[in-house]
């Protein structure tokens, strides 16, 4: 244990800021998850556009709150962007 004030409060606080990003990024992945999961069952259009909206916000709230890097929550949404147009494009075509 940390002999210091200072040192038992950067514990303190350390801690508490560890629980946050981890719900942050668990909140993140999730969303990411539910949008995947609803391309590969082949949703609707708008249900897929819903969760993605949903996947963006979780995505710069967790950048926002320096859970992760904004670079990193930058290439997240577009590779998720990606996938999303793909299947949208794909669902028009008919395939």
């Known amino acids: 244990m940390p002999n210091k004030m200072s040192a038992e409060k950067r514990v303190r606080v350390s801690e508490k800021r560890r629980v946050l990003n981890k719900a942050y990024k668990t ?4 969303k990411i998850k539910a949008v995947l999961a609803a391309i590969a069952q082949k949703k609707s259009a708008e249900e897929i ?3 993605f909206r949903k996947a963006q916000s979780a995505i710069d709230k967790a950048a926002k709150s ?5 670079n990193q929550a930058s290439r997240r949404k577009s590779r998720l962007a990606v996938k999303v147009k793909a299947y949208l494009g794909a669902e028009k075509q008919g395939v």
């Open 49 to 51: 556009m819903e969760l």
């Open 27 to 30: 909140s993140m992945k999730n």
């Open 66 to 70: 320096g859970a992760i890097h904004k």
